[in-house]
T-cell receptor
Framework: GQSLEQPSEVTAVEGAIVQMNCTYQ??????LSWYQQHDGGAPTFLSY????GLEETGRFSSFLSRSDSYGYLLLQELQMKDSASYFC???????????FGKGTRLSVIA | DGGITQSPKYLFRKEGQNVTLSCEQN?????MYWYRQDPGQGLRLIYY???????QKGDIAEGYSVSREKKESFPLTVTSAQKNPTAFYLC??????????FGPGTRLTVL
């Protein structure tokens, strides 16, 4: 089976940096993805890590350590619009569905 | 514009009724998925299809049915056998790299 653990809630100040962690247990591993979901909306794809290391896209960075079965999403220069739920998801092999964590709800405060 | 469309956006069902949720994509993706999301929860897989005329059960398939007669379409039927169908239903498709892209969702409420 597969399972993913994420903290349920995080609060951070506007302009600051926040890190949201994800640990996973899978029989196989075919990459770690991150999605953002605003209240009432659909998830939108943020990033994908297949190999160890850091991937950067603007204010968003995602990190993966396959040996530790661990990854994180880093958001810099936080803005109020970043308040949303963030889900990590894994695929245990190619062409199989993603399995999602329960998500971390990020609240950005002034 | 390429994308995934779902209809209707809101759906109300009486107990004992079957209802069908539409999902269409013009991204030319082979794989399509249906997820259910309950308030404050993650996404749980109902059914998925990797190719036309083939589909597989996900983790919570009981009370649901699907068809995949065309590459572009993957409708989901919520049957009367689904005891607690009130939820947000999301359809997705994936590109060859495996990244999944979601439609806007259908919010189903049982009256």
């Amino acid at each position: 089976g597969q399972s993913l653990e994420q903290p349920s809630e995080v609060t951070a100040v506007e302009g600051a940096i926040v890190q949201m962690n994800c640990t996973y247990q899978t029989s196989g591993f075919y990459g770690l993805s991150w999605y953002q979901q605003h209240d009432g909306g659909a998830p939108t794809f943020l990033s994908y890590n297949a190999l160890d290391g850091l991937e950067e896209t603007g204010r968003f960075s995602s990190f993966l350590s396959r040996s530790d079965s661990y990854g994180y999403l880093l958001l810099q220069e936080l803005q109020m619009k970043d308040s949303a739920s963030y889900f990590c998801a894994v695929r245990d092999r190619g062409n199989t569905p993603l399995v999602f964590g329960k998500g971390t709800r990020l609240s950005v405060i002034a | 514009d390429g994308g995934i469309t779902q209809s209707p956006k809101y759906l109300f069902r009486k107990e004992g009724q079957n209802v069908t949720l539409s999902c269409e994509q013009n991204l030319n993706h082979d794989a399509m998925y249906w997820y259910r999301q309950d308030p404050g929860q993650g996404l749980r897989l109902i059914y998925y299809s990797q190719i036309v005329n083939d589909f597989q059960k996900g983790d919570i398939a009981e009370g649901y049915s699907v068809s995949r007669e065309k590459k572009e379409s993957f409708p989901l039927t919520v049957t009367s056998a689904q005891k607690n169908p009130t939820a947000f239903y999301l359809c997705a498709s994936s590109d060859p790299s495996g990244s999944e892209y979601f439609g806007p969702g259908t919010r189903l409420t049982v009256l």
